[in-house]
Structures are given as C-alpha cells and as structure tokens.
C-alpha cells in the first residue's frame, strides 16, 4: 500500500503507536509523529523496498500536494489525513483511550483491518 495507507496501519497498530507515532485528534485525523526515522525503518524492513531516507520525505511533500497528508505548519512532526484518504478512521473496537489519549486496542488488534500488514499469512503451496 502506499505510504499513507502504511501509516494509518501504524496508528492501528500497538507496537507502534504511541512509541514511533500517535494521535493527536483523532476526530479530524491529526497524529504526531515521534521519530520519523523509526517509521522509515520500519517501512524499509516490512516493505523490502531500496527507498532512502530523502525519497521517503520527499514522499511526504507529494502526499502533500495530493492532498493525502497535510502537515501541520506550526508543528513539523504533525500531520492530517487529507481529503483524499479515504477509511482512515478507526472502526468501532479498534481504540481504547488511554487517559484522554486515543491508543489502539491490544485485544482487537488480530482482527484489525490492518493485521494482515504486518503478520502475512502464510501462502499455501499447492
């Protein structure tokens, strides 16, 4: 999936959301990224992919003019789905709250939507 789609998984995902990134509101699709370069990496390692750092920015502006991702001007580690993401929010089961902070929940995790992003099923050879 492209790189927007990733990084909604990661929200989704508790082994990476709050550590590398995390909501920020979760109503208008806002999330803080905390260490971009984990994100490059885990995209590095699960997509097997040559991608360097700088393309992978550069990804960034691009989903910005595309009106996929929006950053937010004031802060640059903050970003927003934008119009043209589509099934970005969290269905209903798929978050707790951790305090007033939006976390993806442990227990619905393996029937997440995203699963499969990061546990692929074994393929079955005939």
């Known amino acids: 999936p492209g790189l927007w789609i990733f990084l909604c998984s990661l929200l989704h995902n508790p082994s990476y959301n709050p550590?590398?990134?995390?909501w920020d509101?979760?109503?208008?699709?806002?999330?803080?990224?905390?260490s971009l370069q984990?994100?490059?990496s885990v995209w590095k390692c699960l997509k097997k992919t040559p991608i360097n750092y700088q393309l992978f920015t550069e990804t960034l502006k691009i989903y910005e003019k595309r009106k996929l991702l929006h950053s937010i001007s004031s802060i640059s580690t903050v970003y927003r789905f934008g119009v043209n993401c589509v099934d970005?929010?969290?269905?209903e089961g798929e978050?707790?709250?951790?305090g007033k902070r939006p976390v993806p929940n442990q227990a619905t995790?393996?029937?997440?939507r995203f699963y499969g992003d990061f546990n692929p099923r074994p393929r079955v050879v005939e």
């Open 95 to 98: 978050i707790s709250w951790a």
């Open 38 to 40: 984990g994100i490059y």
């Open 25 to 34: 509101s979760l109503e208008d699709g806002v999330f803080r990224t905390h």
């Open 109 to 112: 995790w393996p029937y997440s």
């Open 19 to 22: 550590n590398i990134l995390s």
């Open 88 to 91: 970005w929010k969290p269905h």
